[in-house]
């Protein structure tokens, strides 16, 4: 089993900036990717930046520019998003997702954290 962790959310004024890390942990062998999406009220949950095992990084276009996805260098476990300028539409439950090979085998399997809230205040 793989537990995901996320920190770092909070209320912000626009313009400001917030950064977010999620850690796993549990039974790894490698992890092939992890994304942070994000779900409004009353809206779907939508992919805002992922980092691939290789370093292929996506962004949605409402955050290029103003969004930093990275890994720590020493962990391939821990991602970060570095959150800046800010808006009151960045507001939303933010979530932690990655693709894990749990062993040697390629299996892939996808585990979700419990989500940490971002609140931006015009």
């Known amino acids: 089993q793989v537990q995901l962790v996320e920190s770092g959310g909070g209320l912000v004024q626009a313009g400001g900036s917030l950064r977010l890390s999620c850690a796993a942990s549990?039974?790894?062998?490698?992890?092939?990717?992890m994304d942070w999406y994000r779900q409004a009220p009353g809206k779907q949950r939508e992919l805002v930046a992922g980092i691939a095992s290789g370093g292929n990084i996506n962004y949605a276009d409402s955050v290029k520019g103003r969004f930093t996805i990275s890994r720590d260098s020493a962990k391939n476990t821990v991602v970060y998003l570095q959150m800046n300028t800010l808006k009151p539409e960045d507001t939303a439950v933010y979530y932690c997702?990655?693709?894990?090979?749990?062993?040697?085998?390629?299996?892939?399997?996808?585990?979700w954290g419990q989500g940490t809230q971002v609140t931006v205040s015009s």
């Open positions: 997702n990655a693709r894990v090979q749990p062993t040697a085998v390629p299996n892939e399997y996808s585990y």
């Open positions: 549990g039974t790894i062998f490698r992890v092939n990717a």
